[in-house]
Each structure stands twice: as C-alpha cells, then as structure tokens.
C-alpha cells in the first residue's frame, strides 16, 4: 500500500503526550545501529597504502573523522582528482576501503568519513538523508585545505543510504564531476514502508502518522529528498550500481534511478550479489574506477594494466 494516497493524521493533532511519546520512540526505533570501527586495523590492510586522518566540523556542529589517501607522488604542482566517498547507515568508513587501493592506483586520491552518529564521529539525535548529505558538503568545503588536491575535479561515490546522500548532494549543488551511487533507494517513503511492514505496524493510521512526524523531525518532504525525484536536476554522468539479488533494496529501484537520468547522463551497472557489494565489485572495479577516471581526466585503464 502506498500511504501517500491515505490522509494522513498531521501528528499535531493527536495529544501532546502522544507527539512525545511517538517521537522518543521513533529515535529509539530510528537510531543507527553504532558499529565500532576496527581502529586503526583497516588503516594497515591497504597494501602499504598511507591513510592521512583528519576533522571536519560542520555546521550543525558535528565533528566528523575523515581519512584522505593519495597517489604518491602527488604535490602542489599538480594537484589530483579527488574521489569522497559515503558509507550506508549504520556503517562507516572503513567498510569502502576496498576502493582505495584500485583508485589511488588509477591516479585519484580518496576521502572517506564516519557520517555523524557513525563510526569515530560525534553522535546525534538523529540520521537522515539530509543530514548525510549536509555531512558530505561540509567534508566537501574541508578540501580546499588541501592544495595537493584537485577540488575543481571532485567524484562522489556512496552506498545505499550514502548512495541517495550522494545524488541529493549533486543535485542541489552541482560543483561535481560525476556521480557513483551503489545500492541506493529510489524513494525514501518506500524504505519507511518496509521498516513498518517489518516491524508489524498497521499503516493506515498509526504509519501514516509515524511517516508524517519523520518528514517534521528531519525537516524535508520525502518528495522532496528523493532519490528518483534528483535524477533529472543532476548535470553530471551518474553510474547506477546495483546487486542483482539484493533483499534490502530491489533492484527495480536502480531501474527506476535509470530511468529518471536525462538521456545520455549515465549508466546502470547490474553486478551479480546483493546490498552489500564489496565482494561482487572486485571482478567489476575496473569498470567503476574507469568510469570515475574518465570524468576526473586520469587514465584509469592505463593505471590498472
């Protein structure tokens, strides 16, 4: 059932102690499970490869821990292209690393972070796609401190909630090269509904209201944050990356992302595993790290061979 065609109940009309109630519940409910990342252990299992950490301090106050690897050899003089990238909910960093290795190889730097609530990162009320978005802008804004770095030459590359974090980004701020999004939704709405039929909650009344009061605690319309919704405003390349077999988002999402990017915008890449693409993407990286090369200026075949 799609709640939008049901009226839902504005959560200001039920009781003041119902609002409180729902909402505290709705955090709990809502609230990222907090992996500990593995330390410092993922730093060293690069294949020699340096990893350079440092802050970033948003603007709602957030501290974010960051990670940046460059090609060797990179200077002032001339400076790379940069490729950030954007873990899922309840993830962090350290669970894109896989792509260091084949990227800076290729001749990009990488910039990874723990999204606020995540990993090493200060914690918060709440997650939500804006915010993981608002958290990739202002690591965004932090490169300039980096004059090795090519910010006039900046990929975006996320995964499930940070593939849709990704695509909101380019689309309301352009200033992007292109755009990988791996496992991502189409619409927001959609997940929501799922987490209620999961969880056995009836949807005509009390979904509805819980749907509502999500949209007012993070302040978007899901309308309005949608992934299909982005595609068309998005002036770069985007690759669409998706598992076949995935069971947390089907695959008829990254279809319908497809399908919203203006012709001759992009590109679907349907790979053979489910969410989690870590494993699949290594018989197919050389298809993702020359699709990032080509826009960046690097020679990414080359490098690889």
Not at 41 to 54: C, E, I, K, V, Y
Request: positive net charge; proline residues 7%; aromatic residues 4%.
């Amino acid at each position: 059932m799609n709640l939008q065609t049901v009226p839902p109940p504005a959560t200001r009309r039920l009781p003041r102690a119902w609002r409180a109630l729902l909402h505290v519940l709705l955090l709990q409910g809502l609230r990222p499970t907090r992996r500990p990342p593995p330390r410092n252990r993922w730093l060293d299992q690069q294949h020699g490869q340096a990893l350079t950490p440092f802050v970033v301090h948003g603007a709602r106050g957030q501290r974010l821990a960051c990670w940046r690897a460059e090609p060797q050899g990179v200077s002032t003089e001339e400076p790379v292209p940069v490729v950030v990238a954007v873990h899922g909910w309840g993830s962090h960093a350290a669970m894109l690393s896989s792509l260091i290795v084949p990227l800076v190889g290729a001749g990009m730097a990488v910039v990874l972070f723990d999204a606020a609530s995540h990993g090493d990162s200060s914690r918060e009320a709440f997650s939500s796609l804006p915010r993981f978005a608002e958290d990739l802008a202002a690591v965004l804004e932090a490169l300039r401190r980096f004059p090795a770095l090519d910010t006039r030459r900046v990929g975006l590359l996320g995964h499930s909630l940070g593939g849709a974090a990704v695509l909101l980004h380019a689309a309301r701020h352009g200033e992007v090269k292109c755009v990988a999004s791996l496992s991502s939704f189409a619409h927001p709405q959609e997940v929501m509904e799922r987490w209620l039929r999961a969880h056995r909650i009836p949807g005509r009344w009390i979904g509805a209201a819980i749907l509502e009061h999500v949209q007012e605690v993070i302040g978007e319309r899901f309308d309005h944050i949608a992934p299909e919704r982005q595609m068309a405003r998005i002036g770069c390349p985007v690759l669409v990356v998706h598992g076949a077999q995935d069971q947390t988002v089907p695959l008829s999402d990254a279809l319908r992302l497809h399908e919203a990017l203006p012709r001759g915008h992009g590109r679907l890449l349907i790979v053979d595993g489910d969410h989690d693409l870590r494993a699949p993407l290594v018989h197919r990286i050389d298809e993702l790290v020359d699709f990032l090369g080509m826009h960046l200026g690097v020679r990414a075949a080359a490098a690889l061979a």
